[in-house]
């Protein structure tokens, strides 16, 4: 039986450059696996020639060779490069993404993903940026009592979160109603995105209870294709 794909929620953590994403994501990660959470990352890059192999190395060579796609894999690790002939989406890099509790995006501004948005006081682009934002906002707002569309939900809706320790924002925030934490929050912001957007836990039952009267035997055990029947349901509940 081929494993099923299950589909992995994703919010993305978009903010100008040094604005902390990073090392914001780097706390939050290790708080979310702590809680036994299977998490993915995706991060945008900013150059479309980057390279992580490694010159000289096997694959690097098969690469040079002209290979169109590579993987590398050990009983512990995955890892596969494939040249694009067309740009790929974020969307689409999450659609490969099975079984996880939640992916966290670094970047893509322009993805139709949830986002929560930095501005860290220590960098001049997120004081600019932070002096905009309530035009900014209002906008949104607007175009969306107006129902008015954008290929990018960043560019359409307002964040479901805001971090920062600018005090504007702060208070732009509260106006809007956008929850809001300070870079210190890892805890409360962990908890936040694992009640409001991580893979809900899930418990099924198989009842297969009965007195099996007219069966004579109990259903569960009865042979199917080789295999008792309870197992082809418990397959496919999986």
């Known amino acids: 039986m081929s494993t099923p794909s299950i589909p992995s929620p994703a919010i993305s953590f978009v903010g100008r450059k040094n604005s902390g994403k990073t090392t914001l994501l780097e706390k939050l990660i290790a708080n979310l696996a702590d809680k036994g959470l299977r998490?993915?990352?995706?991060?945008?890059h900013g150059h479309p020639d980057f390279d992580i192999d490694i010159p000289g190395r096997d694959s690097y060579r098969?690469?040079?060779?002209?290979?169109?796609?590579?993987?590398?894999?050990?009983?512990?690790?995955?890892?596969?490069i494939t040249e694009l002939s067309t740009p790929r989406s974020c969307e689409s890099a999450i659609s490969q993404l099975s079984g996880y509790d939640l992916v966290l995006v670094e970047g893509f501004k322009q993805a139709s993903l949830a986002h929560i948005e930095l501005f860290r006081a220590e960098n001049p682009r997120d004081i600019e940026a932070a002096a905009k934002l309530p035009d900014v906002w209002k906008t949104q707002v607007q175009n969306k009592s107006l129902g008015t569309t954008s290929t990018s939900v960043h560019q359409n809706a307002l964040p479901v979160a805001v971090i920062t320790d600018i005090p504007t924002v702060q208070a732009n925030?509260?106006?809007?109603?956008?929850?809001?934490f300070t870079?210190?929050?890892?805890?409360?912001?962990?908890?936040?995105?694992?009640?409001?957007?991580?893979?809900?836990?899930?418990?099924?039952v198989v009842q297969a209870g009965g007195?099996?009267?007219r069966m004579g035997v109990p259903k569960d055990t009865?042979?199917?294709l080789g295999k008792p029947l309870i197992c082809h349901v418990l397959e496919r509940v999986s």
């Open 39 to 44: 998490i993915a990352t995706i991060k945008h």
């Open 173 to 180: 925030a509260n106006q809007f109603q956008v929850p809001c």
């Open 211 to 213: 007195e099996s009267k």
């Open 222 to 224: 009865v042979s199917f």
């Open 183 to 204: 870079f210190d929050d890892i805890e409360l912001l962990a908890s936040f995105l694992q009640d409001r957007f991580a893979r809900p836990k899930l418990s099924v």
């Open 62 to 80: 098969h690469r040079a060779a002209g290979a169109q796609s590579t993987t590398i894999l050990s009983d512990v690790r995955f890892a596969q």
